[in-house]
């Protein structure tokens, strides 16, 4: 008898970012406790029999919006509550937000007003801080205490009017960022291209949905992903490059990391899977497939991706949930309420951004592992142990080891899967839409467990976990390889 168990996975097969074996999972309080064969439940110890499916980490989606005020008016269709409930039904049990720090704010008080939001979560969950005004005191005295505070990760933008940052900015962040062993992400489109090809499209009267495309060209992220990874190595900085889509900067980021630079990458499944065809529809509902950097369309762009989520050069795979609802005047069809002229609205006016954060996970099982894509290894360090080592929660979340969160993912037996069509009405999120209706997947997650409780069914489609059980984590620095000492010049922090 295995004493002090409180639940045991029976029958499992796990598997972590280096193995899979078959094994028994014992759970205590929480917490795995001991990974054994043919454990032997106590008297008052649950059992759930895994019936020899795989068994991996809880999700860890690194990259996701809720709740966020938008400077175009624009409106989440999530708040913590539904977004929560949707990760959970999807396998992930840890989500990272963003906090935004206004033009003139504080970085401290929008990470206080965002925790008075976030108490609802269902899942576990964590901040990062997007800067737009990187001060002397911002960047020396806020982000310390931020630090402090468990958030250890900023993301800042080369695009967008109301987050851009000038190149001497990002090297202020990059330098404060390194001196507190945070981790940067950052969105690389270059801001300038972007205003120009847009106004030049609108003389031209070119405003339907696909050009959104248009006015962003893959040269215009693979231009600044060189610049910004220019910058980190001027400083001998980390930088995390986000939701990737286009090979030329797949490419350079590739070239960057064979010099061991301290380069990561993050894709999406949209740019996996999805084309910029979804947005050359003749009726407006090409605004669904609108975000930034844009689908590409370009066949064998996808394979890049597939290829660099097979040979590591992505270090994560993240949703980007950015909901708003498409049938709703703040949400994408602000892109007609305002410019009620255009028969198809007006690229410039649609809200970027897809809904994504309980697809994630089954997609890339689905499309990855179960096609032979990808191993089931590499899965795992994809969805769950890179991003909890990458934003400091690594060994808590991100593996299957004693001592970790119980937090896991039970999937079906080979024998026992069938066909699981995605459709917008099984989905528990707060949008009226998914850009995957209609994917026909070969899984999807039988049971999610945070921290020892079934929290998701998949035989019913029940989230069983409640409002306000997700707890906010304290994150330390990153684990992954940091700052080498390199320079560039004579000049040193």
């Known amino acids: ?26 759970i205590a309080k929480g917490k795995i406790v001991t990974l054994a064969e043919k454990l032997v439940p106590g008297s008052n110890c649950r059992t759930i029999d895994a019936e020899g499916g795989f068994v991996t980490p809880g999700g860890v989606d690194s990259h996701v919006h809720i709740a966020q005020e938008s ?3 624009s409106r989440s269709a999530d708040d913590w509550n539904s977004a929560s409930r949707s990760a959970l039904a999807g396998g992930t049990t840890t989500v990272i937000a963003f906090a935004v720090q206004s033009r003139n704010g504080s970085m401290k008080k929008a990470v206080q007003d965002y925790h008075r939001l976030a108490g609802s979560s269902r899942c576990d969950y964590g901040f990062h801080v997007i800067v737009t005004n990187p001060s002397d005191e911002q960047m020396n005295t806020e982000l310390p ?11 800042i933008y080369m695009t967008y009017q109301s987050y851009k940052l000038n190149d001497g900015q990002i090297l202020d962040v990059l330098v404060a960022a390194r001196r507190l062993g945070v981790t940067t992400m950052c969105h690389c489109e270059n801001a300038d291209v972007v205003e120009w090809m847009t106004k030049s499209l609108e003389l031209k009267g070119m405003t339907e949905p696909w050009h959104h495309g248009t006015s962003r060209p893959p040269i215009v992220e693979a231009e600044a992903t060189n610049r910004a990874l220019t910058l980190a190595e001027l400083m001998d900085a980390p ?49 669904k497939c609108v975000c930034s950097p ?4 370009d066949p064998t762009d996808q394979a890049a991706i597939w290829e660099g989520l097979a040979n590591g050069t992505f270090t994560v795979f993240s949703s980007d949930h950015a909901p708003t609802c498409y049938d709703d005047e703040r949400g994408k069809k602000m892109g007609l309420v305002k410019a009620p002229e255009k028969p198809l609205g007006n690229f410039k006016y649609i809200p970027n951004g ?64 069938v066909p699981h069509v995605v459709s917008n009405d099984k989905l528990h999120h707060d949008v009226d839409y998914t850009p995957f209706e209609g994917f026909e997947l070969k899984d999807w997650p039988r049971y999610t467990m945070l921290r020892g409780q079934i929290v998701y069914d998949g035989d019913t489609n029940q989230v069983s976990g409640a409002k306000g059980f997700g707890k906010f984590l304290k994150r330390t620095s990153s684990v992954l390889p940091g700052p080498r000492n390199v320079w560039l010049s004579d000049w040193r922090p």
């Not at 002090?4 to 074996?21: M, R």
């Not at 490419?251 to 899977?273: D, N």
């Not at 844009?294 to 369309?297: A, Q």
């Not at 096609?371 to 299957?400: C, D, H, M, W």
């Open 71 to 73: 400077s175009s008016g």
């Open 294 to 297: 844009p689908l590409r369309d």
């Open 354 to 417: 897809l809904p994504g954060v309980e697809t994630r996970v089954p997609l890339l099982w689905s499309e990855g592992v179960l096609k032979g894509r990808l191993s089931p290894q590499r899965f795992v360090e994809l969805t769950a142990t890179n991003p909890a080592k990458l934003y400091g929660l690594y060994p808590q979340k991100g593996t299957i080891q004693p001592g970790s969160d119980a937090d896991l993912i039970i999937w079906r037996s080979k024998n026992k899967r």
């Open 145 to 155: 205490d931020l630090v402090k505070a468990g958030i250890t990760s900023i993301k």
């Open 239 to 287: 930088i995390l490059i986000v939701h990737v889509s286009a090979p030329d900067a797949v490419r350079v980021i590739r070239s960057a990391q064979t010099r061991l630079l301290p380069v990561y990458a993050e894709t999406c499944p949209h740019y996996a899977l999805l084309d910029g065809s979804r947005m050359r529809t003749k009726t407006f509902e090409g605004a």
């Open 1 to 26: 008898m295995s004493q002090g168990l409180d639940c045991i996975v029976h029958n499992a097969v796990v598997v972590t970012a280096s193995d899979v074996y078959p094994c028994d999972i014992g």
